[in-house]
């Protein structure tokens, strides 16, 4: 630091006074590299611990979700046996055994899957209309934004829960994994889109805007240039945290009977069942919520890693 | 006229003083901003009239300084003219072409060749990218401005130029002090090798040390690569010292128009001898040396101006006349103009005799 | 308790009276996670009665850290003052609890603010903002308060006084905001008022308007003025004496018409010669090179050194007297003039 400093002072002593010229161009004795915003976020992000962790757990549940029988130590979820009924973990069935007496290891594992696609695609969609329509409600502003805001005001009148029932009820999206995410997504989308919103308009009325638009740049430029880089730090913290309640609200949806039906497999319908059950089994609940605050945390961690890595204020 | 001279180096080596054609001329401009109330359908309520009838006319190599108190409309000036706000009537001509009425091609290029440099040196630079990347952005619109070998080198000569560390081209806006970042700011102006410059306050957020490498920065530029600034501000001892004409603004128009000697010497608008009445003076010996003119009261409000003259509401020297005619912007025997009914030259600032 | 010397007039401008606040080698640091930025370094200063100091310094040079030390509203943690006293009346403020110095404060040393906005409570009207000093001070009704509140107001000169008493913040002008906060600082008769750049935000006519306020109301009240600001013009018209400070120190000390007629610090000479004015055009600015330090990272010897044009280094210098390793300390050049140059003889052509 002090030593550019003192680089800086002298550059600065050679130009201020009389002239503001060097007496000799000192520019050939340069790295001819010119780093952008994401190559520099990228290196950062590689010496983040965070990065790494939450990579690494999420690797993991990737794996779980990908090659179940790996994880589950070869047992079938579905090879169950009424007499094993709510058992305690033990050496041999290290999560214990559901109410319906199949090894509970084994279910959470293959949970991973559905929880996971529902989560992640939920997220993204969530991201995607967010971003979109906060977006373009910010920047145009106006009538497109009034009309926005508004449908967007009607989307939070209805709770996420009633609003992915009916979608669901009304069967164009079917039932599967797809539908329930997308469900969720259609009706968890609005607060991120008011968080963009609010920051895009924020960020344009910036000089550095003003100076892009000045120099006759088009507004596909000033968005992806200027204004979303600045904008999407909140949104993304927002929608990582934002994956745990999703996932859960899927068991929910379950509950109601509209989501993810038995013999489907996910760490909601665990988590749904095992309450009921929570004074005599207390595992039944546990382990997919242990599993869940993971997958959570990993998505978190990441988040925050690369929030951090696209602000050159936060980088050493 | 010289429509194909594409590269401000063509003219360079225009020297000051020398001022060449005529590059820009702004007739009788306006920009109402409407009031509006509702929050799905509005309604206008009435308009701002943040400029109401500027003339100004600015010609290759020449410094023309606006100078108004906050709120005058200099601003909305500045971003009229490069465009980023469409005027309400009248007309910005460059190079005899009216700026409202150009479109895509003939656009792009005046944006180009008219460059703005803003106030605050820590809000203009985008936080997000690097230096070099703010610095070249222009050629990336403009791809024929500078051929896409060699960017980064010409970059790095820009930031010499401006007196920064060409190494520095990775570095991110924060790591610069406020002096530095004005500095980056002028390169990317310069970027686009344009004709004219509109700088906006472009030193009032620096330190008093920093101003001056700052103005004498824009001064040798201006000399090198023959541009012209429009130097919009309220310090008028800045102004006067960087320009060779001088616009005085109120509330919206402008009252009074002549070279710095003219303006400062003989000021001839009861607001122009105001205003250079209250600067303070930094030579201990002239010290109560001058007639200090209090202006009593605010400012009107720009969306409910006086009648006839605007400034008849704070003037000593009002008369029913100025409640019924505005008075024209037109040399009342003062040799510059003024828009006063009762123009008058007065010395308020004394005279600094070494 | 108290200190000999605090009963004795200073020799100061004409007409000023004796010491009503003497700083004496003050300190303050802001320890922040990034390290230690050393804000204010070994600040004296005296201010008397009738008497207007102007504190004239760039950003970072310690000028609004030292006032707001006095007034005791830094922010602690960071800002720890590990130093110095400050002397009101007989007793060292940094010596006494936080509810003797409430006590002092407002009616004994008030201060105004560059930024008139932000200083008053948007959600109160001004009368019961000013009224508030006379119902937390004096213990006044609720009606007496902005009776006084008036009476301030047009003494201040906001036209139209008794119809604004119940406007809001917002429905005054930046001018007229500037005016309540003086009227604020002055309910209660202070005996010193540190004005923290009070004419930066505002246009130049309007600076005219509140200096000559300022003015008067010292002349009727006799209270003690230090102004702190970066405009040379604002001290040259105002004020009486001056200090100049440079990273966190007082780098030339004297009155207005000495030291700008004949500055004694390379410093000071620097921004004289880097201004414009308004008088004439001049000719080329010849400004200070670089930028103001870092205060987490002030240079070594002379904080100026690496900026100035006269700087001695090596075998140029004199024995005990190089710029880069040793530190000026604040002396007397001439009389009635002090300097913390090595060479301040030379600059003043003495």
């Known amino acids: 630091m002090t030593d550019q400093q003192q680089a800086d002072l002298r550059h600065d002593e050679v130009e201020a006074g009389t002239t503001t010229g060097l007496a000799s161009p000192s520019v050939d004795a340069t790295d001819a590299r010119q780093n952008s915003l994401w190559s520099d976020a990228w290196k950062d992000l590689k010496r983040n611990p965070l990065f790494w962790i939450g990579g690494l757990l999420m690797l993991v549940f990737l794996a779980m979700a990908l090659l179940p029988q790996v994880f589950a130590r070869g047992v079938d979820p579905r090879e169950c046996s009424l007499s094993n009924s709510q058992q305690k973990p033990s050496a041999g069935h290290w999560f214990g055994f559901d109410q319906q007496g199949c090894d509970y290891l084994a279910n959470v594992v293959y949970g991973a899957r559905n929880s996971l696609i529902i989560g992640v695609l939920a997220v993204l969609v969530v991201l995607l209309l967010g971003v979109v329509v906060g977006a373009i409600a910010g920047f145009y502003g106006g009538l497109t934004d009034s009309l ?169 | 006229m010289s429509e194909s001279t594409t590269g401000a180096t063509a003219a360079s080596g225009a020297l000051r003083g020398a001022i060449g054609e005529t590059l820009l001329e702004v007739r009788d401009l306006q920009k109402h901003f409407p009031l509006t109330q509702g929050v799905l359908f509005k309604r206008t309520v009435g308009h701002v009239r943040a400029v109401d009838g500027v003339n100004l006319t600015m010609h290759r190599g020449e410094t023309v300084g606006l100078v108004g108190e906050s709120g005058c409309g200099k601003s909305t000036v500045s971003k009229l003219l490069v465009a980023l706000e469409k005027p309400t009537a009248g007309s910005i001509l460059y190079k005899g072409r009216d700026v409202a009425k150009m479109g895509g091609r003939a656009l792009k290029e005046y944006r180009r060749e008219v460059q703005i440099i803003f106030q605050d040196p820590y809000a203009s630079l985008n936080p997000r990218m690097t230096v070099g990347d703010i610095v070249a952005e222009g050629w990336s619109v403009h791809a024929d401005v500078a051929p896409k070998k060699g960017r980064l080198q010409r970059t790095q000569e820009l930031l010499d130029r401006v007196g920064l560390n060409p190494d520095y081209v990775n570095r991110y806006p924060h790591q610069f002090s406020g002096g530095q970042r004005q500095r980056i700011g002028i390169a990317r102006a310069l970027a686009l090798r344009p004709e004219i410059i509109v700088c906006d306050e472009p030193v009032s957020a620096l330190d008093v040390s920093v101003q001056a490498q700052v103005v004498n920065l824009l001064e ?128 308020v600032v004394p005279v600094d005799v070494e | 308790m108290t200190r000999p010397d605090l009963s004795q007039p200073r020799a100061a401008a004409p007409g000023t009276g004796g010491t009503v606040l003497e700083v004496d080698d003050l300190h303050v640091e802001f320890r922040t996670r990034s390290g230690v930025v050393n804000a204010v370094n070994g600040v004296s200063y005296r201010l008397a009665e009738r008497e207007t100091l102007a504190i004239l310094g760039e950003s970072g040079s310690g000028k609004s850290v030292s006032a707001q030390a006095i007034m005791g509203i830094l922010d602690t943690p960071p800002a720890v003052i590990t130093g110095g006293g400050i002397w009101f009346e007989g007793r060292d403020l940094l010596q006494q609890s936080e509810e003797e110095q409430r006590k002092v404060r407002g009616p004994g040393i008030s201060m105004i603010f560059q930024d008139a906005l932000s200083s008053l409570n948007p959600v109160y009207s001004v009368g019961y903002q000013i009224g508030e000093m006379f119902r937390a001070h004096r213990g006044m009704s609720k009606k007496d308060a902005k009776k006084r509140a008036v009476e301030l107001m047009d003494r201040v000169r906001i036209p139209g006084a008794g119809a604004r008493v119940n406007d809001y913040p917002h429905q005054f002008s930046g001018g007229m905001r500037q005016r309540v906060m003086i009227a604020m600082a002055i309910a209660l008769d202070p005996r010193v008022l540190i004005a923290d750049e009070p004419t930066t935000a505002l246009d130049v006519t309007v600076q005219a308007q509140v200096m000559d306020l300022l003015k008067d109301l010292q002349r009727e009240t006799g209270m003690g003025l230090i102004l702190i600001t970066h405009d040379l013009g604002v001290v040259n018209e105002v004020a009486d004496n001056v200090a100049v400070m440079y990273a966190g120190r007082i780098v030339e000390r004297g009155t207005v018409d000495d030291v700008f007629a004949n500055p004694a610090h390379p410093y000071t000479d620097g921004l004289m010669s880097s201004v414009p004015q308004v008088e004439a055009k001049g000719g080329r600015l010849l400004p200070i090179a670089g930028q103001p330090p870092n205060l987490a990272a002030i240079p070594s010897g002379c904080p100026f050194h690496p900026r100035c044009s006269r700087r001695r280094l090596g075998a140029a210098a004199t024995p005990g007297r190089e710029c880069a390793t040793d530190l000026p300390p604040l002396r007397l050049v001439v009389p009635g003039r002090e300097a913390a140059c090595h060479y301040s003889e030379e600059v003043l052509g003495v």
Request: with cysteine.
């Open chain 1, 148 to 316: 926005l805001s508004r449908i967007t005001d009607i989307f939070y009148a209805l709770p996420l829960v009633l609003g992915a029932l009916v979608v669901l009820r009304t069967g164009t999206l079917g039932r599967g994994v797809t539908a329930v995410a997308i469900a969720l997504a259609l009706f968890g989308w609005m607060t991120a889109m008011r968080l963009v919103r609010s920051q895009v308009i924020a960020v344009k009325s910036s000089d550095y805007v003003a100076a892009a638009r000045a120099m006759g740049a088009s507004n596909g430029r000033i968005l992806v240039r200027h204004i979303l880089p600045n904008a999407i730090a909140p949104v993304l913290v927002y929608t990582t945290i934002t994956i745990g309640v999703l996932i859960a609200a899927e068991a929910t949806l379950t509950f109601l009977g509209v989501g993810l039906q038995r013999p489907a497999i996910s760490w909601g319908l665990q988590i749904e069942a095992g309450q009921s059950l929570l004074r005599t089994a207390p595992h039944l609940v546990l382990f997919p919520s242990i599993v869940l605050t993971l997958t959570v945390m990993a998505f978190i961690m990441m988040g925050d890693a690369l929030r951090d890595a696209l602000d050159p204020r936060q980088r050493a």
């Open chain 2, 220 to 347: 040798d530029l201006q000399d090198e690569f023959g541009l012209s600034y429009l130097f919009i501000a309220h310090d008028l001892s800045v102004v006067r010292h960087i320009s060779d004409r001088v616009a005085v603004m109120y509330l919206g128009s402008i009252v009074e128009e002549g070279t710095d000697e003219q303006v400062y010497t003989a000021p001839s608008h009861p607001y122009t001898q105001a205003l250079l009445s209250s600067v303070p003076l930094h030579e201990p010996h002239l010290r109560g040396q001058k007639d200090r003119i209090l202006l009593q009261g605010d400012v009107p409000s720009p969306a409910d101006p006086p009648s006839g003259c605007r400034f008849r509401t704070r003037c000593w020297k009002a008369q029913d006349i100025c409640a019924q005619e505005a008075p024209a912007l037109v040399d009342r025997g003062q040799g510059h103009p003024s828009a006063c009914h009762f123009a008058e030259a007065r010395t």
